[in-house]
């Protein structure tokens, strides 16, 4: 992809017809297409350029000082590196090649705006900003009626002197996640993202990529960390070096070596993998599907009717026209009485009636049919199956009864006598999962506790009551969502990246100098490490001591 | 029955080790320093290591479910992670002086723990179905982790912004006899024990504008590292927290209170690791945004579950005063 190579020193227009014929011609026609990106000869437009790239790049490339001129040759190449030398000891390229084996050729509006956007403190002032906006999100409670925020944030006693309910409801706090300013920055911080790994990003690593020996001792001794070592062979450090884990190349009497070169790269991984995330993210918020249906023990449902499109993108497939049969729903009980686990046992059915899909889902194990997914999240008590004086059964609906907390609370109610009287009274019947119920005779006591299929009848004010069954129904969540591959995708790069940006770039430079050995070496992140560990090295090297017998090595250990 | 008992003495002894081992930082802090006790501390810290370790594993055995299902369990963790974190910054580096912030950490969640304002979350509880999942143990351990390292990189640099903005701190003398008498910090062994006598009348105070540059330098290295290691389990952490909600519940972010914060808290530290990319950043500001970092993971961890609603509502908690 980058086997570009290219003399700076001459004017590019000579050196483009040997390289590239085939651009030739696109400079001439000004260049409307741009699918190449070895368009490197923009030297016209290179100058004004140089500005846009240099306010970006400062931040990384300036680490040695100032940015000397000019290499005499740069070859930028991928696979086996290849060397280049540096005379004046810099192995910074200046900012005009550098960027200019990258840039596509923009006008001049959007490069300025690349440059505006990809400044740091910009960047950093958008991260606080939407840090900040979700902070105020988790304070106002979301999704209310307007009412509720007019009483909340009254006009009359505003919240810190100025927030009323106008701010919350103007700005679209109350949907805050959602709401134009959010997502807003949101859109913010991705161009900014992008324009960042563009400009600054991307050079970085053609210049951690290349690297170049350095020939006098002076620019060594320059380095972070610098030591002279005498009587010793650069060769002895080449080998420890490699024993160690770096990456060795030795010319003549000088040595680079480097180690954890992919640091570098990491961070751009970490950019590209948010940009993957927000992409999967907004495929997932404009094109998915949604619905939740409660579904007692027996019944079916197709899945088509149940859910209902997020976004403009939602297409629907064939399989929304499956019917769903909830065969049985059961749930698990610890020896407390607690609810373990909560299980649907769901058979598919398609257009022709023939099953392709028997599952028990549970909750934390879903059942996924064609791009849809149906998950466990809820239960509920659908009917009570009783025999009263030996005839039925009947069934009773069963309805929720209010209770603050998490608890759910079931009742039903038979009427004895007359059902038309305007005081009816009968059995109340009330339960908390599906395996006891609790029986109240007409007064409101308290009569017993009955199993399901206990076979057990219940004596109540004269009437025979005997619980058959007690029928549940099964809350499911559907959804189907394209962007999760994506969004999964992403979290894995994420991950990935994350974990190896830790690592640092070491980088060490040594010369032969007759018997001495100078070594300078530096690190972008493990800078308090990195001295010890070369120090380390050098003791380990052996010292090459004059005599005539052959060559002992002391290995000198600590 | 037995498996409390044990619980409980264990808990007892790493409260001790813990307070010994403070009780010797402090010792040394304010009189000379004692080599044989120092090393001592460090088996202290090791030896809590492994109680805490013991409780976490009989308390997995009792209960039959990883030991991170509510408050109680997950503030045990968190000091057994101070305390990981402490062992493997000596490995790391045997000369820092990481323990003085990890161990008073450790002893305060414990006893917070242990104390009587959580009595009712200390016997091991059942799970609830959405909690029964492999992931539990992946998703929580990594925050809890996370907490402790961002916890220990945040203080780091809540010490440095304390040193860079004080004057005249009496105490700095009693510290510069710490820091002449031990090869701390990096620096060369060789030159320590020459200072101790000779230098310490005559260039004291450029020898104290010196020590204290080092030590800036020292702690805001050392709060980078330890803040990126923590960065990346927070990062592993609310992603893996996002699969799992995925297959529990149906959707992988759900703008829930806790998700929303330890959101906000990857943006404050993704702030400090960048303004750290910036030379003339570093030092004091990215101090600064760390320090708010400190709290925004306080306000993450506690002060969510102190509203007990939305998702995680496993980890709420409600203050009894007896």
């Known amino acids: 992809m980058e086997s570009l190579s290219f003399n700076s020193t001459q004017i590019p227009k000579q050196v483009i017809p040997q390289v590239f014929t085939i651009n030739s011609h696109l400079l001439q026609s000004n260049f409307k297409c741009c699918r190449f990106s070895f368009n490197t000869h923009l030297h016209t437009l290179c100058s004004s350029r140089n500005l846009s790239l240099r306010i970006g790049c400062e931040l990384k490339i300036s680490s040695d000082g100032k940015n000397k001129p000019i290499p005499k040759k740069i070859i930028l190449s991928d696979g086996a590196p290849s060397l280049s030398e540096d005379v004046s000891g810099n192995e910074k390229i200046p900012a005009k090649s550098r960027k200019s084996g990258m840039m596509r050729p923009f006008g001049s509006v959007p490069r300025k705006l690349l440059g505006v956007l990809s400044n740091l403190p910009l960047a950093i002032g958008e991260m606080f900003v939407i840090a900040a906006l979700m902070a105020l999100g988790t304070f106002i409670d979301q999704g209310e009626a307007p009412d509720f925020y007019f009483q909340k944030y009254p006009e009359d006693n505003p919240v810190f002197g100025f927030f009323t309910w106008r701010w919350v409801l103007s700005l679209g706090f109350d949907h805050m996640f959602s709401s134009p300013v959010f997502l807003g920055m949101l859109v913010l911080l991705a161009a900014s993202l992008m324009a960042c790994t563009y400009t600054t990003q991307i050079p970085l690593v053609k210049v951690a990529r290349r690297w170049s020996f350095l020939h006098s001792a002076e620019a060594i001794l320059k380095q972070e960390f610098a030591d002279t070592l005498p009587r010793a062979s650069v060769h002895d450090l080449g080998i420890i070096l490699m024993g160690a884990g770096y990456e060795v190349f030795l010319k003549g009497p000088s040595l680079y070596a480097f180690k954890g070169l992919a640091g570098r790269f990491a961070p751009i991984g970490v950019h590209l993998a948010m940009l993957l995330i927000m992409v999967g993210g907004t495929l997932s918020a404009a094109g998915s ?184 129904s099964s809350g499911l969540f559907l959804k189907t969502d394209p962007g999760v591959p994506i969004v999964y995708g992403g979290f894995g790069t994420l991950m990935l990246t994350t974990c190896i940006s830790f690592l640092s770039h070491s980088q060490i430079w040594a010369l032969q100098d007759g018997t001495t050995v100078v070594i300078g070496g530096k690190t972008n992140r493990a800078k308090v490490e990195f001295p010890e560990e070369m120090n380390r090295f050098l003791d380990m090297i052996p010292e090459i001591v004059e005599s005539s017998l052959p060559k002992q090595s002391e290995i000198i250990n600590h | ?220 290295y050392w709060s980078y590292r330890v803040i990126s290691l923590g960065f990346i389990f927070l990062t592993i952490g609310i992603l893996s927290g996002a699969v799992w909600a995925n297959e529990a519940w149906g959707a992988y972010w759900n703008w829930d209170p806790k998700e929303t914060w330890a959101f906000i808290t990857w943006t404050i530290f993704a702030i400090y690791l960048h303004t750290r990319t910036k030379k003339n950043l570093q030092g004091a500001n990215s101090a600064i945004v760390a320090s708010l970092g400190f709290l925004i993971i306080w306000i993450c961890y506690f002060g969510v579950n102190l509203l007990g609603i939305g998702l995680h509502s496993y980890g709420s908690f409600t203050l009894t005063s007896n």
């Open chain 1, 289 to 472: 599907f949604k619905g939740s249906v409660t579904v007692p023990q027996g019944l079916n449902f197709i899945l088509g009717d149940v859910m209902n499109p997020t976004g403009f993108l939602s297409t629907p497939t064939q399989t929304f026209n499956t019917e769903v049969h909830v065969n049985r729903f059961y749930m698990d009980y610890y020896e407390s009485g607690e609810v373990s686990q909560f299980y649907t046992d769901l058979s598919l059915f398609d257009i022709d009636g023939k099953e392709v899909l028997r599952k028990t889902i549970s909750v934390n194990d879903p059942l996924r049919y064609g791009g849809i997914t149906m998950y466990q999240t809820d239960w509920g008590f659908s009917a009570l199956q009783i025999l009263k004086d030996g005839e039925g059964p009947f069934n009773l609906a069963v309805a929720p009864l209010k209770l603050n907390g998490d608890k759910k609370l079931y009742g039903t109610f038979l009427p004895v006598g007359g059902a038309d009287s305007p005081n009816v009274q009968g059995i109340s019947m009330l339960a908390r999962d599906l395996q006891s119920i609790v029986l109240y005779d007409q007064e409101g006591k308290f009569v017993g506790v009955r199993r399901p299929g206990s076979k057990l009848p219940i004596d109540i004010n004269g009437i025979q009551i005997e619980i058959v069954d007690a029928i549940g």
């Open chain 2, 1 to 220: 029955m037995i498996f409390s008992i044990f619980e409980h003495i264990l808990t007892h002894i790493s409260f001790s080790i813990v307070s010994i081992v403070i009780t010797i930082h402090l010792m040394s802090l304010l009189v000379d320093r004692i080599v044989e006790l120092y090393d001592s501390s460090d088996k202290g810290i090791i030896t809590t290591f492994f109680c805490i370790t013991g409780f976490l594993i009989s308390r997995w055995i009792s209960s039959g479910h990883f030991p991170l299902s509510d408050l109680y369990e997950s503030l045990m963790f968190l000091s057994w992670s101070f305390s990981i974190i402490h062992i493997v910054s000596k490995i790391w580096n045997h000369k820092n002086h990481l323990s003085v912030i990890t161990a008073p950490s450790a002893i305060f969640t414990q006893g917070f723990a242990t104390s009587g304002l959580l009595t009712e979350l200390q016997q091991s509880a059942i799970l609830v179905p959405a909690l029964k999942s492999q992931w539990l143990m992946m998703h929580v351990s990594m925050m809890v982790l996370s907490y402790a390292a961002l916890l220990c990189g945040s203080l780091l640099s809540l010490a440095l912004l304390v040193i860079t903005f004080r004057k005249n701190i009496e105490i700095f003398g009693k510290i510069n006899h710490l820091l002449i008498g031990s090869s701390s910090f990096g620096f060369g062994e060789q030159c320590m024990n020459e200072r101790n006598n000779v230098l310490r009348n005559t260039f004291f105070l450029s020898f104290r504008n010196f020590h204290r540059y080092q030590l800036i330098h020292q702690l805001d």
